[in-house]
């Protein structure tokens, strides 16, 4: 069983920064996605950000130019730098990673920017 333990999350101020970190394990397979996804309350969770085995990289355009997605795979270990942030990226963070067909989540961390 793949689990996913994220760390990093925390309350910071508005164009302050923060760094996320999840470590997979339980897997012995190449992990071909590892991601970030937020919810905020009331909302959808929505994508951050992706970054494949080989380093191609996918951002959501609210976040594009302050998020920077980045992975070690030979930890299983995807980080999330998030600069300048906003009151709105104020949101539960959650650690994707996708190992061969099924899709694995962590279970969050609380990101808070106060204005």
Same mark, same amino acid.
């Given at each position: 069983?793949?689990?996913?333990?994220?760390? *990093?999350?925390?309350?910071?101020?508005?164009?302050?920064?923060?760094?996320?970190?999840?470590?997979?394990?339980?897997? *012995?397979?190449?992990?071909?996605?590892?991601?970030?996804?937020?919810?905020?309350?009331?909302?959808?969770?929505?994508?951050?950000?992706?970054?494949?085995?080989?380093?191609?990289?996918?951002?959501?355009?609210?976040?594009?130019?302050?998020?920077?997605?980045?992975?070690?795979?030979?930890?299983?270990?995807?980080?999330?730098?998030?600069?300048?942030?906003?009151?709105?990226?104020?949101?539960?963070?959650?650690?994707?990673?996708?190992?061969?067909?099924?899709?694995?989540? *962590?279970? *969050?961390?609380?990101?808070?920017?106060?204005?």
């Amino acid at each position: 069983q793949v689990q996913l333990v994220e760390s *990093g999350g925390g309350l910071v101020q508005a164009g302050g920064s923060l760094r996320l970190s999840c470590a997979a394990s339980g897997t *012995g397979f190449s992990i071909r996605v590892m991601g970030w996804y937020r919810q905020a309350p009331g909302n959808q969770r929505e994508l951050v950000a992706v970054i494949t085995s080989s380093g191609t990289t996918n951002y959501a355009d609210s976040v594009k130019g302050r998020f920077t997605i980045s992975r070690v795979n030979a930890r299983n270990t995807v980080y999330l730098q998030m600069n300048s942030l906003k009151p709105e990226d104020t949101a539960v963070y959650y650690c994707n990673a996708l190992v061969l067909v099924t899709n694995y989540w *962590g279970q *969050g961390t609380q990101v808070t920017v106060s204005s």
